[in-house]
């Protein structure tokens, strides 16, 4: 069964209330959309105690006629006043206009995203159609957005990720032309997913839930079975023990949605389903299933890793699972999860990208070998290489969890206490 996406109930049951509508009625509604939805599955939707799943959501939000802002407002706000304003045209457009400027302000790519004239053309104009030229301009940005990935500070970068996705959920409020409307999904569900990304790697697990659950809204609103691949596969982060250092999250519960994504991305291109595969490997590998593990490493080196996809989902992206880089530290994450330490070794000593996200996934990765082989020494010398660029603090801090209670009065351990704390 499909992961539940969470929502506030109090605000469903502001939406049911401002339609005239009863718990029976909304599940009559979503009947007659054709898909429905128990009246005791929506009570407990309202009261928090369970989460609906996408095609439930879906049917609720056709029952209650939603629009998108009422859409984002189930899943994103705490009060629906918050975010169905209605204020007036003005206020929308200043608004705009300071999401532009959050957009064009990130230093190093604010020259090459100035040039994006389309995205200005748009925010300034009033209800003009959304058309290929804008979708081109934002799928510029996205591009741009995701390139910087690799060499950025989440928490850094995180402000023009989400200033952007803010700006492509204004688009999907707007009309667009049918033949349009595939393009501005596929683009929208890579923003929220990069957004997601961002914000789980800075440490906030609500708003990346809330960027996860868009993307999972627009696939669903698509009837893409891509889109469903591509956004359950990047939720599973959200579970997974891997950023953690290998210390608490669910890896079954990660498995399992990406497991669902293997399944939807069958027809989807290589380059999604190889990184797919590659993510359900690395968390087969901890919870040791070997034969997993290496049954989809070699599904994912099958596939061809080209592909001519713009903004988070390229292949060039630092997203991506099939760049050599990506495919060495999987590789040499799986065998340290597996245990096959030697291997490990052999496989992260290798050639690695001259770039310092690259070096600090490499050495975090090394530093979990050495806890293994009871090696301190070494192992805190990799963590204090590591640049905690966001996941990679995360991993850092799970790492250091992993040690053994005996390293604690050791200096080496202390300098990497007083490295993580400064941090």
């Not at 429905?36 to 309202?46: C, Q």
């Not at 100035?114 to 300034?124: P, T, V, Y």
């Not at 968390?283 to 988070?312: I, Q, S, Y």
């Not at 880089?325 to 496989?347: C, K, Q, W």
Request: hydrophobic share 40%; charged share 20%.
């Amino acid at each position: 069964m499909p992961e539940g996406i969470q929502i506030n109930g109090k605000v469903l049951v502001e939406l049911r209330k401002l339609r005239r509508m009863g718990q029976d009625d909304l599940s009559n509604a979503c009947g007659s959309e054709g898909w429905p939805v128990p009246r005791a599955l929506i009570s407990d939707y309202e009261r928090g105690k369970k989460s609906p799943t996408p095609q439930n959501l879906d049917a609720m939000c056709r029952g209650l006629a939603l629009t998108r802002s009422e859409v984002r407002a189930l899943v994103h706000t705490p009060t629906l006043d918050a975010a169905t304003s209605n204020g007036t045209t003005d206020e929308g457009d200043d608004a705009q206009r300071r999401t532009a400027t959050k957009i064009l302000g990130l230093g190093a790519v604010s020259a090459a995203l100035s040039r994006l004239k389309g995205l200005i053309r748009l925010i300034e104009s009033e209800d003009r159609p959304v058309d290929s030229a804008v979708i081109a301009d934002h799928e510029g940005v996205s591009a741009i957005l995701a390139n910087a990935y690799c060499t950025t500070r989440p928490d850094g970068l995180a402000p023009s990720v989400f200033a952007h996705a803010a700006s492509v959920g204004t688009l999907l409020e707007h009309p667009v032309q049918a033949a349009d409307l595939r393009r501005l999904e596929r683009m929208a569900v890579g923003v929220f997913a990069e957004a997601g990304m961002l914000a789980f790697f800075v440490g906030d697990v609500s708003t990346a839930r809330h960027y996860f659950a868009d993307a999972l809204l627009v696939a669903e609103e698509a009837d893409d079975d891509t889109l469903r691949a591509r956004a359950l596969g990047v939720t599973s982060i959200l579970h997974s023990p891997v950023p953690r250092g290998g210390v608490g999250g669910d890896a079954e519960r990660s498995i399992r949605l990406l497991t669902q994504a293997v399944s939807y991305g069958q027809h989807a291109d290589p380059h999604t389903q190889a990184w797919i595969h590659r993510w359900l490997a690395l968390e087969l590998a901890v919870t040791k299933d070997e034969r997993g593990f290496w049954t989809h490493m070699a599904l994912a080196d099958a596939l061809p890793c080209e592909g001519d996809e713009k903004g988070f989902f390229s292949a060039s992206s630092m997203f991506n699972a099939t760049t050599p880089e990506m495919i060495t530290a999987n590789l040499g994450s799986g065998l340290v999860a597996l245990g096959r330490v030697d291997e490990a070794f052999h496989v992260l000593g290798g050639p690695c990208a001259p770039n310092a996200k690259w070096q600090s996934i490499v050495a975090v990765n090394t530093a979990v070998a050495y806890v293994l082989i009871d090696e301190p020494e070494q192992a805190c010398s990799e963590l204090l290489t590591a640049s905690a660029y966001g996941m990679d603090r995360q991993r850092i801090r799970g790492v250091r969890a992993r040690f053994p209670e005996i390293w604690t009065p050791l200096v080496c351990v202390q300098d990497v206490d007083e490295q993580l704390f400064n941090r």
